[in-house]
């Protein structure tokens, strides 16, 4: 068995390595579309200044790739981590494949001046208790630190929902003081600089499960770069904000993402108010009420 790096300008080589991925994924959410190999090139290509991606796979021969791993470095922040995810294919597991994949990126982290591996265990909660992928991760030497739940949500909304939470909007402390509105992505560059802000702060809002996890960095340059790895995928945002009225500036977000490849869903990435002196509270901007 063959572990190493894959040649991303090889296009059998993604073909081959994302043919691995979407297996796993069907297997573990099979309602799920999962990443497309448009998704896989789009990563593949990128070469930006605030992230690395790198492809590693376990080959038998050229032809046979037993599985696969992909690792996001940062490179402005955090640089003492990396996340990787691994997918083993199914007709190869218990062979040593997946703790060959896990040496191999240890060994790239290492090299890179690295010291953490994060990763996440995505698995249905009715087979959460005995998957295989949690002892696997013990295993070879990952801690739990953080639990979490992905949720469903189905739309269009109750009508009776989307009036509840209208009225809660309404009747909020200071309600006039915020209006809500919804755009597609990319945002006016007018709100560059709170759009930088709220993702800054989201950065450690959000619990990430490793304790040395530092405030991001977030400019202009990032959040082109991240516009252009968007289009590469032939993805984009609907974003839902509130704007503090008397300031002009946006105080809470929310993000949806869509894909040409999952017409049926898409992705919640982000929710945020900030806790900004000027904007104790302010409505919750609700992509689908906001946007109905």
Known sequence: MDVGLVDTHD?????????????VERETWPDRTGYSLRDVRAYAGHAGTS???????????????????????PMLDNRHAAEITLAVHPA??????????????????LADGRSVLNSIVDVPVAVADTHPSTPFARHVGFDATLPGN???????LDPAKVDELRRVVATAPEADAYRTFTFVGPWPDEYLEDQCELNRRMSTDEPAGDDEHQEEVWDARRIAENGELLRARGSWKLAAVAEHVATGRLVAFSELLFAPDAPAESWQMATLVHPRPTSR???????????S
């Open 11 to 23: 296009e059998r080589a993604l073909v081959g390595w994302h043919a691995v991925l979407q297996t």
């Open 51 to 73: 992230r690395r991606f790198v492809y590693f796979a376990a080959r038998e021969s050229t032809d046979t790739v037993l599985g696969v791993g992909f690792m996001e470095c």
């Open 92 to 109: 190869h597991r218990r062979r040593g494949v997946g703790s060959a994949l896990v040496e191999e990126t240890a060994r790239y982290a």
């Open 150 to 156: 992905s949720r469903y949500l189905f739309v269009p």
């Open 281 to 291: 509270r302010s409505p919750t901007p609700h992509p689908w009420s906001a946007g």
